[in-house]
């Protein structure tokens, strides 16, 4: 189905605040393409002629009014996740293990843990300390958190948090240091 079977209710489409789809159909259409009707549609969907009993669409909370079903967008909670460093003990670096993820390192940088968290990484470093959830490197030959890597890349979502923390151990592994985690 394309988006010119779908019927407006203002004019000024993108700019409309609600519209009315009569197909069925549309459901598939809208579960592939959330992010781009959630940009558009900005208080509420209204959907026909739908012979579900729930409708569920990721983003938006739907409530059945006779034969319509209303749905309006659910706000993003806001970003709470961060990425990490934690400087490790240089003796980390004898693990072969360690050795063999860091060919390229320069023995006179730093030894570093890079992850990501979605709680405060102070607590998040004590818990690797405590043992909860944690990296045996971090717990053995963890130091202290060092800020300077990564303070200014934080808050941001979790799919953000993924993809930087990956980044981060590349960046920080191409620069020489030795870097465990990141993956």
Same mark, same amino acid.
């Given at each position: 189905i394309s988006m010119a079977s779908i019927r407006f209710v203002e004019k000024g489409y993108?700019?409309?605040?609600?519209?009315?789809?009569d197909c069925p159909e549309l459901l598939l259409t809208i579960r592939k393409d959330q992010d781009r009707i959630r940009r558009k549609v900005r208080k509420a969907l209204f959907l026909s002629n739908l012979h579900h009993k729930k409708v569920k669409i990721r983003g938006f909370r739907f409530v059945q009014k006779e034969q319509f079903w209303i749905g309006t967008p659910v706000p993003c909670p806001p970003p709470h996740h961060s990425v990490y460093v934690i400087e490790l003990d240089p003796s980390v670096a004898r693990s072969k293990r360690v050795a063999e993820l860091n060919s390229c390192r320069n023995p006179s940088k730093l030894c570093l843990y890079v992850g990501m968290t979605g709680l405060s990484v102070e607590? $998040?470093? *004590?818990?690797?300390?405590?043992?909860?959830?944690? @990296?045996?490197?971090?717990?053995?030959?963890?130091?202290?958190? $060092?800020? *300077?890597?990564?303070?200014?890349?934080?808050?941001? @979502?979790?799919?953000?948090?993924?993809?930087?923390?990956?980044?981060l151990a590349a960046e920080l592994r191409s620069k020489g240091y030795t870097i465990v985690g990141g993956t």
């Amino acid at each position: 189905i394309s988006m010119a079977s779908i019927r407006f209710v203002e004019k000024g489409y993108p700019k409309a605040d609600a519209w009315i789809a009569d197909c069925p159909e549309l459901l598939l259409t809208i579960r592939k393409d959330q992010d781009r009707i959630r940009r558009k549609v900005r208080k509420a969907l209204f959907l026909s002629n739908l012979h579900h009993k729930k409708v569920k669409i990721r983003g938006f909370r739907f409530v059945q009014k006779e034969q319509f079903w209303i749905g309006t967008p659910v706000p993003c909670p806001p970003p709470h996740h961060s990425v990490y460093v934690i400087e490790l003990d240089p003796s980390v670096a004898r693990s072969k293990r360690v050795a063999e993820l860091n060919s390229c390192r320069n023995p006179s940088k730093l030894c570093l843990y890079v992850g990501m968290t979605g709680l405060s990484v102070e607590q $998040r470093f *004590e818990n690797h300390k405590r043992g909860y959830k944690d @990296s045996s490197l971090v717990r053995k030959y963890g130091l202290r958190l $060092r800020p *300077e890597f990564y303070e200014q890349l934080n808050p941001m @979502s979790q799919r953000g948090a993924v993809w930087m923390e990956k980044k981060l151990a590349a960046e920080l592994r191409s620069k020489g240091y030795t870097i465990v985690g990141g993956t």
